[in-house]
Structures are given as structure tokens and as C-alpha cells.
């Protein structure tokens, strides 16, 4: 009798996991296609605050049309929501325009390599500010981790400090933002959709002023200007093609992380840098030395330790 009650339930386990299998898959190919564009922007054009700020603008231009036709439910919030929501943004902004800032400045792959130490960043942050504490395994996962990063990034062929400061300063911001974000999603009715929704909406508030005051309309006006003339007319569906991707990548993320637990929301990220970063040094023919691939491939065996070690 037990037999058919059985089969039900690995149906429906089995379903679930095709489900979350088609998440990670979806939003991994839509992360490779966003920085494959956002490189290829930022060559031609190198304003990354302008770049993050248009992401941030397209992703709340395109859920307002969506609230406005009913293809999205609307979200229901009120004052205390927006409050949960601000240093989530900060940490977003801060996080989004840093990792920019960084690929602006170095090879895609070296920014996802740096940033496959977020982990890293993640035990320390808990340890020191919040005095959580670890098995020892974990804090035996941050040596690979760390050692392997650092031998990545003195072996660099090009290596720029702006570049790997942006990338820390990414892994750092996103450490909170995760920290308050799993604070602020729970026990609130917003999907994970809508939540992204927001968190882009207030984020776009936040930076514009900032990307205003570092670069600015005349910087952007001359440097436009270049880009056009280089690359013709198509270079505004670059810009239109990173910032609508970097959209939909995090919004399928954020609806993954809806379903699934941090820590595999965190090992589908690792495994997500290795798609960018193996794709990225073939489309734009990064060199790379045996020992710098090595260091890249010891820090990312040191996140899948170190997911091991928590689970
Ligand atoms: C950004 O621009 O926000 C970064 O490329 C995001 O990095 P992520 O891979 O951690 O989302």
C-alpha cells in the first residue's frame, strides 16, 4: 500500500529537482551572456558607474511595465518594507558597481576568480562582526580558498589594483547584502521576483547621484561618442543586451533562492563562476599561464570544500 505513496513522493522530489535544475541552468546562461556584453561594453566604453546604473534603470523599467500590465502580481509593501530593504541596497550597490568597476579594469575571468572567495569573506564577516562560530572544517576550507585566489592574482598577467580591490570590495558588500536579504525575505509574502524588483528600484536611487558625481553626462556624452564611432550604430544593443540580462540573471536567482537554501544557493554561484570564467577566456582569448589557472582552479575546489564542511 505504502508502494504508490512512495512513488508519489519521489515524483514529486524528482520534479522539484528538475525545477531547480532548470533555475541554476537558466540563470547561469543568462550570467555568461550578461558579462560577455558588459565586456564587451566596457571595452569600447569605460564608464562602469554609467553601465551599472543603466542595469539597475532597465531591470526597474522592466518590472514597472510588468506591474503595469499584470504580467507581475504588484507587491504589496509598506514603509516598514522599504526600511528592511535599504541597507540590502546599499550593500547591492555597492556590491553591483564594484564588480563592474573590476571588470573594467581586468580580465572577466580574474573578477570571477577573485570573487569565487566570497565564501571566504562569508566565515570571516560571521565570525569577527557577529560572533558566529564554525566547525573546524570550514575554517580549514578558507586556506584553499584564500591561498588559491592569492596565487591567482600574483600570477596574473594582468593584474591592476583597481581591478582586484573592486572585485574584494564586490565580495565584501555582497557577504551583508546576503546577511540582511535572508533578514529581510523572511517571513514576508514578496516573491523572490518582486523582492529583486525593489531591491533594483532603490538601488537605481542610490547609485544614480553617486554615478552622476564620479563620471558624469559629459564624460558619457564624449565617451559614447567614441564607442558609436568605433563599433557603429549596433553598440546601443550591446548597452541594452548586458543591462537586460544582468536583469534577468539576478531576477532568476533571487526566484532560486526563493526555493532552495543559502548553501545551495551558494554553491550554484561558485558553479556559476566557472561557467564565466571558462567562457570568458575563450570568447575573448584571455591569455593565461599553467600556475594562474591552477590558482583559479584550487580556489574554486576550496568553495565546494568549504560547502561540504558547512553542510
Ligand atoms: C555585478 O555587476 O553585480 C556583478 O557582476 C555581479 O556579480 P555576481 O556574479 O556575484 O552576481
Given at each position: 500500500k505504502s508502494q504508490p505513496i512512495q512513488s508519489a513522493t519521489e515524483k514529486s522530489e524528482a520534479a522539484k529537482r528538475l525545477k531547480i535544475g532548470i533555475y541554476f541552468a537558466t540563470w547561469w546562461a543568462l550570467n555568461v551572456v550578461f558579462n560577455i556584453y558588459n565586456k564587451k561594453v566596457l571595452n569600447a566604453f569605460p564608464y562602469p558607474w554609467l553601465t551599472s546604473t543603466l542595469s539597475l534603470a532597465t531591470g526597474s523599467l522592466m518590472m514597472l511595465i510588468s506591474w503595469a500590465t499584470r504580467i507581475a502580481e504588484t507587491p504589496k509593501t509598506d514603509f516598514e518594507f522599504w526600511k528592511t530593504l535599504f541597507p540590502v541596497a546599499v550593500a547591492h550597490t555597492i556590491g553591483h558597481v564594484a564588480a563592474t568597476v573590476s571588470m573594467s579594469k581586468v580580465a572577466v575571468s580574474f573578477t570571477h576568480i577573485i570573487k569565487s572567495g566570497e565564501p571566504a569573506f562569508s566565515v570571516l564577516v560571521s565570525r569577527f562582526l557577529l560572533g558566529e562560530t564554525f566547525p573546524l572544517s570550514v575554517y580549514l576550507s578558507l586556506v584553499p580558498i584564500i591561498g588559491g585566489c592569492a596565487l591567482a592574482a600574483v600570477t596574473e598577467?594582468?593584474?591592476n589594483m583597481t581591478g582586484f580591490m573592486g572585485a574584494m570590495i564586490s565580495n565584501l558588500a555582497f557577504v551583508f547584502r546576503n546577511i540582511f536579504s535572508k533578514r529581510g525575505m523572511k517571513?514576508?509574502?514578496?516573491?523572490g521576483m518582486n523582492y529583486y524588483a525593489c531591491l533594483s528600484m532603490l538601488s537605481l536611487l542610490i547609485l544614480t547621484p553617486f554615478a552622476i558625481a564620479v563620471e558624469g553626462p559629459q564624460m558619457w556624452e564624449v565617451g559614447w561618442k567614441t564607442a558609436v564611432s568605433q563599433i557603429g550604430p549596433n553598440f546601443i544593443w550591446w548597452v541594452a543586451a548586458q543591462s537586460v540580462f544582468y536583469h534577468l540573471y539576478n531576477q532568476v536567482s533571487y526566484m532560486s533562492l526563493d526555493q532552495i537554501s543559502p548553501l545551495t544557493f551558494s554553491i550554484g554561484n561558485t558553479m556559476k563562476r566557472i561557467s564565466v570564467i571558462v567562457s570568458s577566456i575563450i570568447i575573448f582569448r584571455t591569455p593565461v599561464q599553467p600556475v594562474n589557472a591552477l590558482g583559479a582552479a584550487i580556489a574554486v575546489l576550496g568553495t565546494f570544500l568549504y560547502s561540504q564542511a558547512k553542510q
Open positions: 598577467l594582468n593584474f517571513g514576508k509574502s514578496v516573491s
